[in-house]
């Protein structure tokens, strides 16, 4: 049998395999976003296929004058405006809603995403770990909290941090600026954990996130993805589904469900 024409019998053999994990942790990438109207930014129909990669040394570009940075942030000279707009703009869909169903059965233990724009915590799910930051909130360069938006007052630019005094700057993870260690020391801890890593809509190609399903792999867990085209990571995997998030997981975790008699 073939639903939306992905073999009913590999999504059967996942369910199987997730149910039967001890810790599975799930790793999402921009192709989960895009059944939200959200552009990816490579790939064939990537933002910056279309017009060029931004400049690699953002951040540094930031750095050196923190107040030009953040006007051209605010004057929306730094990304496009039709890019933020559709990033405030977006619901999660059916694939955010069942990873954040998977977790309130107590199966899907911790998310890691690459994707800023916070949809996975609007459908629910609370163990979030996003490698490249929240587009809702802004970060204090030197203690790492995070502020929502709105919390941080403008007037003066650049903003400083209401704890430390520290300089904030968008949570999102700029190009050349490191990731933030609370961030990638969750995301290990995770990893090690893990025997069973759902991977959804990422390419495994940007690192950090490519290596979380390496050492998966590596150390014998198991790996499952959903992607409609053939990644990085399919040979590593132990079942690959072939499609979209939006129509896979939902169906997927409708398998579990009956598996768990639910
Ligand atoms: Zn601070």
Same mark, same amino acid.
């Given at each position: 049998? /073939?639903?939306?024409?992905?073999?009913?019998?590999?999504?059967?053999?996942?369910? @199987?395999?997730?149910?039967?994990?001890?810790?599975?942790?799930?790793?999402?990438?921009?192709?989960?976003?895009?059944?939200?109207?959200?552009?990816?930014?490579?790939?064939?129909?990537?933002?910056?296929?279309?017009?060029?990669?931004?400049?690699?040394?953002?951040?540094?570009?930031?750095?050196?004058?923190?107040?030009?940075?953040?006007?051209?942030?605010?004057?929306?000279?730094?990304?496009?405006?039709?890019?933020? /707009?559709?990033?405030?703009?977006?619901?999660?869909?059916?694939?955010?809603?069942?990873?954040?169903?998977?977790?309130?059965?107590?199966?899907?233990?911790?998310?890691?995403?690459?994707?800023?724009?916070?949809?996975?915590?609007?459908?629910?799910?609370?163990?979030?770990?996003?490698?490249?930051?929240?587009?809702?909130?802004?970060?204090?360069?030197?203690?790492?909290?995070?502020?929502?938006?709105?919390?941080?007052?403008?007037?003066?630019?650049?903003?400083?941090?209401?704890?430390?005094?520290?300089?904030?700057?968008?949570?999102?993870?700029?190009?050349?600026?490191?990731?933030?260690?609370?961030?990638?020391?969750?995301?290990?801890? @995770?990893?090690?954990?893990?025997?069973?890593?759902?991977?959804?809509?990422?390419?495994?190609?940007?690192?950090?996130?490519?290596?979380?399903?390496?050492?998966?792999?590596?150390?014998?867990?198991?790996?499952? @993805?959903?992607?409609?085209?053939?990644?990085?990571?399919?040979?590593?995997?132990?079942?690959?589904?072939?499609?979209?998030?939006?129509?896979?997981?939902?169906?997927?975790?409708?398998?579990?469900?009956?598996?768990?008699?639910?």
């Amino acid at each position: 049998m /073939e639903h939306n024409g992905i073999l009913e019998k590999d999504i059967d053999k996942a369910a @199987e395999l997730i149910l039967s994990a001890k810790y599975v942790v799930a790793l999402t990438g921009a192709g989960m976003s895009v059944e939200s109207g959200i552009r990816p930014f490579r790939g064939p129909d990537g933002l910056w296929t279309e017009r060029g990669e931004p400049p690699m040394d953002g951040f540094r570009r930031f750095m050196s004058d923190p107040k030009s940075g953040w006007e051209k942030l605010l004057t929306g000279e730094l990304y496009p405006t039709e890019l933020v /707009e559709a990033f405030f703009n977006a619901k999660p869909n059916p694939g955010h809603h069942a990873l954040a169903e998977l977790e309130s059965l107590g199966i899907l233990k911790y998310l890691i995403t690459q994707n800023v724009d916070n949809l996975h915590r609007d459908a629910g799910n609370k163990n979030v770990a996003e490698i490249h930051g929240n587009i809702r909130k802004l970060r204090c360069i030197d203690c790492n909290t995070r502020f929502p938006i709105e919390e941080i007052s403008l007037a003066e630019l650049p903003p400083r941090c209401p704890k430390c005094k520290g300089m904030v700057k968008t949570d999102g993870v700029m190009f050349g600026e490191p990731i933030p260690q609370d961030v990638l020391r969750i995301c290990q801890q @995770e990893t090690d954990k893990c025997d069973c890593m759902l991977t959804a809509g990422t390419t495994a190609l940007i690192y950090p996130a490519a290596g979380f399903p390496q050492e998966v792999s590596h150390k014998g867990g198991m790996l499952i @993805e959903v992607d409609p085209y053939v990644t990085a990571l399919t040979p590593m995997c132990t079942v690959s589904l072939r499609g979209k998030g939006g129509d896979v997981l939902p169906v997927l975790v409708e398998h579990i469900k009956v598996r768990m008699n639910k």
